[in-house]
């Protein structure tokens, strides 16, 4: 089947795909309309704005969840460092979605000094190498990397329960992570072919990955769909439309049929 060629062709693409319906979605439409308990007791007043950020950016009201969990942080205080890393991590997502990067980095650099777990640590040193790229920050983003790298191979040789754990789940999207960015940053330099062959692998890695750990399907097929695009926008550099086509539209249904247009 040849890819689409016009925007019409696009268009029905998305059309033909509907969202589904999700038991959450009406339970956290109303929780964003819920107001404060009658309480003077900050630490709940804390929790109730967090879970209702959590509601708002779940149903893509950005703003609301932005200034709900800048409510949750002021009323949380700094007693739970744990909680006030969820916070933070919480605030900085919101944040680099609608393209506030300076205070995404800020915050998720807070959250990453007061985590308690190296999983956690790992996964939002990642993000931030991410967003430090989106920024056009290479060297920052590059020093990141090697920062999570670091930490990858403290939880992947750790001998806790937690850490074995977390390294059978996730381990093989951190790998998976760390091959995307360093591609990036070699696409950003303009080593097209490399940043492809290395982006080609680390998605043929993760189907394997997902054909044997029923476990990894919700998250993996998200970064499998982030990788293929990637990967299909490198052969747009190189002049290759047809295979890019191809590729970036096998990921934009994957997509589609995972979580809807909408």
Do not use: C
Not at 79 to 95: F, I
Not at 109 to 115: G, M, V
């Amino acid at each position: 089947v040849a890819p689409p060629r016009t925007i019409t062709d696009v268009t029905a693409i998305l059309n033909k795909e509907k969202r589904e319906q999700r038991p959450q979605t009406a339970a956290n439409d109303e929780m964003t309309t819920r107001e404060p308990p009658k309480t003077t007791d900050k630490q709940q007043l804390a929790e109730f704005y967090f879970s209702r950020g959590r509601a708002a950016q779940k149903t893509g009201r950005a703003q609301q969840a932005i200034e709900d969990y800048k409510k949750a942080l002021e009323l949380g205080g700094t007693d739970n460092p744990s909680g006030t890393a969820k916070r933070l991590h919480a605030l900085a997502s919101v944040e680099a979605k609608t393209g506030r990067l300076r205070d995404a980095v800020r915050h998720v650099r807070q959250a990453i000094k007061l985590s308690d777990r190296k999983h956690r640590e790992l996964t939002w040193t990642l993000k931030l190498a991410n967003w430090l790229l989106n920024a056009g920050n290479i060297e920052g983003s590059q020093g990141t990397i090697e920062q999570a790298e670091a930490l990858m191979e403290d939880i992947r040789n750790g001998t806790k329960p937690r850490q074995r754990r977390a390294w059978e789940q996730r381990g093989a999207g951190w790998q998976a992570t760390i091959v995307r960015l360093k591609a990036r940053i070699l696409d950003r330099r303009g080593k097209y072919a490399e940043a492809g062959t290395m982006l080609k692998s680390a998605y043929d890695k993760m189907v394997t990955a997902i054909d044997s750990k029923d476990g990894l399907a919700r998250i993996s097929h998200r970064l499998l769909e982030i990788l293929q695009g990637n990967y299909g926008m490198v052969l747009l550099r190189q002049g290759r439309l047809i295979e890019a086509e191809i590729e970036i539209r096998s990921a934009l249904i994957s997509a589609l049929r995972r979580t809807g247009r909408y």
